[in-house]
């Protein structure tokens, strides 16, 4: 099909606080923290309970710094407080509601007043401009709509920064398929292993994934590797670039990475103030540049004001390049409940799929199965060999592939290398690990 609307290059202003300076983008912040953080003690419980208990109270906020001294606000607070007890708004200045359904438990609701949702749609259109995505563009939306934030997050900021959303939801890979050629669309916005999925699923139609109109994609929701960037980018031929964002602290747009540095994604600073703390030892606050564990703290939302969120996302806070003012953070290596203890040694999905991308043969689709057979935990790696790498080499691969593991990673684990296409394929967050060791 022939293109047929007409293209023009339309004005891409930068927001003015995108190009603070470090200093005024600090000043923001405390003013914005003293604000926030006395606007929650006076109208959510919660936080006058745990600020009344833990002997603080806003006025103590004097400096960036003293936020150290203020408790953690976790996922079980909202849980416990089902379904809307840490609105900080009566209903009726609720504009939206999402919820994140998680793997256990009750789901985690959050909730958006009018100015929540522009400021929301503002910050993601932020994000998808540095990826290079331009007003006028098309721009084809992948993640899931409905409860989750990832749909309608990102189509707000692909309305926001002024360009033709074409809202496709995840799934129905055969119709993005068709989408994707009929309307030419110039971006996807998608997680990394739908993405994934997509173009597996071209080059099972024949279709050459690097012929598309896609030039750029914007993903995130889950853990992806520079290695997984890679894939991406040959496969697809496009620029891949990340948007990290969780639910509780605002969806899609908390932070986005430049398509010409690639260099992890900057954290809008203006809005969110985040730190880094040992995920072992939460009442150490580690420097930039250290590991640990990210804690959020809104600066602006008013529906639903989070104080030092933990995230459970593991990463470190480096200093900011496209957006000097912004800090970036580094990649998200994984969330500390989704590391795998073997037998005392730590691991995370991510780290497998750098190893696995490395071997030649081995393709990224690939799962984790922990069991305990003998009172002993035992990892298997299940992963498809590529198609143009026969069961001879694929064998070899495996071996590589477990070497690798043990040498890097010092964990012994079994390799299956299995056929293309026999695992299931992703349709938005996929699940990596299954831990059958209760069974
Ligand atoms: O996944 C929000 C989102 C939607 C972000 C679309 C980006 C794109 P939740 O469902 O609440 O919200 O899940 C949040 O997903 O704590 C991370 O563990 C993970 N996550 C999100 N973005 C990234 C990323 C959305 N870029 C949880 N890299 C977070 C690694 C990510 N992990």
Redesign the pocket.
């Known amino acids: 099909m022939t293109e047929t609307l007409a293209r023009t290059e339309l004005p891409n202003p930068l927001d003015p606080e995108e190009t603070m300076s470090r200093d005024e983008i600090e000043s923001i912040q405390l003013a914005r923290l003293q604000e926030t953080v006395a606007y929650a003690y006076d109208r959510v419980p919660l936080y006058k309970e745990k600020y009344d208990t833990a002997g603080v109270h806003p006025s103590d906020l004097k400096e960036l710094s003293d936020l150290g001294n203020f408790p953690f606000t976790e996922k079980e607070d909202l849980r416990r407080t089902y379904p809307f007890g840490m609105f900080a708004v009566p209903q009726h200045e609720v504009a939206r509601i999402h919820a994140?359904s998680g793997t256990t438990g009750r789901p985690t609701v959050v909730g958006y007043t009018k100015q929540d949702l522009e400021d929301w749609a503002k910050l993601g259109a932020r994000c998808l401009r540095l990826s290079g995505v331009k007003p006028g563009w098309k721009v084809h939306n992948a993640?899931g709509y409905g409860l989750?934030?990832?749909g309608m997050?990102?189509h707000a900021a692909a309305e926001h920064l002024g360009t033709t959303v074409i809202p496709m939801s995840g799934g129905q890979t055969e119709k993005q398929i068709q989408m994707i050629q009929d309307f030419a669309p110039d971006a996807i916005l998608c997680?990394p292993t739908y993405l994934l999925t997509i173009a597996d699923a071209m080059q099972r139609q024949g279709i050459d994934p690097r012929t598309t109109s896609l030039k750029v994609a914007v993903?995130?929701?889950?853990?992806?590797t520079e290695e997984m960037r890679h894939e991406l980018e040959v496969t697809m031929n496009i620029d891949a670039c990340?948007?990290?964002?969780?639910?509780?602290v605002m969806?899609?747009g908390v932070a986005g990475e430049s398509n010409e540095s690639k260099d992890g994604?900057h954290i809008w600073e203006d809005h969110f103030r985040p730190e880094i703390i040992d995920a072992f030892d939460e009442t150490r606050v580690l420097g930039d540049g250290e590991p640990g564990e990210l804690v959020f703290t809104s600066l602006t939302k008013k529906a639903l004001p989070v104080i030092r969120y933990r995230?459970?996302?593991l990463t470190r806070l480096l200093p900011g390049t496209a957006r000097p003012g912004h800090r970036r953070m580094g990649?998200?290596t994984g969330?500390s409940d989704d590391m795998i203890i073997l037998r005392g040694v730590n691991l995370f999905p991510s780290q497998i799929e750098e190893l696995a991308l490395k071997v030649a043969g081995l393709s990224p689709h690939f799962l984790l199965e922990i069991t305990r057979p003998n009172r002993m935990d035992e990892l298997a790696v299940k992963i498809e060999r590529r198609e143009d790498c026969d069961t001879g080499r694929a064998e070899e691969a495996g071996r590589e592939l477990q070497k690798s593991i043990k040498i890097n990673i010092g964990s012994s684990c079994r390799i299956d290398v299995v056929d293309p296409g026999t695992l299931a394929r992703s349709s938005g967050?996929l699940r990596r690990i299954y831990d059958l060791r209760d069974k």
Not at 219 to 224: I, K, N, R, S, T
Not at 242 to 248: F, K, R, V
Request: hydrophobic content about 25%.
């Open positions: 994140s993640y989750f934030t990832g997050g990102a997680t993903l995130g929701a889950e853990p992806w990340d948007i990290y964002g969780l639910s509780e969806g899609p994604s995230t459970h996302d990649r998200i969330r967050k």
